[in-house]
């Protein structure tokens, strides 16, 4: 189970970032961790139930300042609209289930980042590579025919 960082280190997150911390920033830092692979309107809502006067386009605002400065990862899966999450640095995958759209991480392939090496080296015309972004499809176990996952089992 993951630890629940106190107002305290969101704070020191933003200063190490050089952001300036404010009240809309904690929120969307808090909301996020609560709610990772949320979209945009969750997060809103989220920080909303704290903060009532905050609007969309400054929530907007943050995601784009905490995004931008690597506090959390913006993932868009085809077909999806953006979410977010704040485990980054760590060049981990995702899950996606085509039925009802449920994300779930997935620690990388192989090794360090990128954990993936193009099959032709010579194509990547002279691009260091840093991270690899996979994204499995499939069904969750809630989606899932019955009999796909007793096979499984």
Known sequence: MAVVPSPSEYVDQ?????????RPRVA?????????????????????????????QAVYD??????????????????????????????HHHVVCRSCGTIADVDCAIGEAPC????????????????????YWGLCPDCAPESSTADSS
């Open 14 to 22: 933003l200063r190490g970032a050089d952001l300036r911390v404010t």
């Open 28 to 56: 969307v830092l808090e909301a996020v961790h609560a709610l990772p692979h949320a979209d945009t309107e969750t997060i809103f809502a989220s920080v909303r139930s704290s903060l009532p006067d905050v609007s969309r």
């Open 62 to 91: 943050v995601l784009h300042a905490l995004t931008g400065a690597r506090l959390i990862r913006r993932i868009q899966p085809s077909g999806s609209v953006a979410r977010y999450e704040t485990r980054v640095g760590d060049n």
């Open 116 to 135: 993936l090496t193009p099959s032709e080296h010579d194509a990547l015309d002279g691009f260091v590579l840093d991270e690899a972004e996979v994204i």
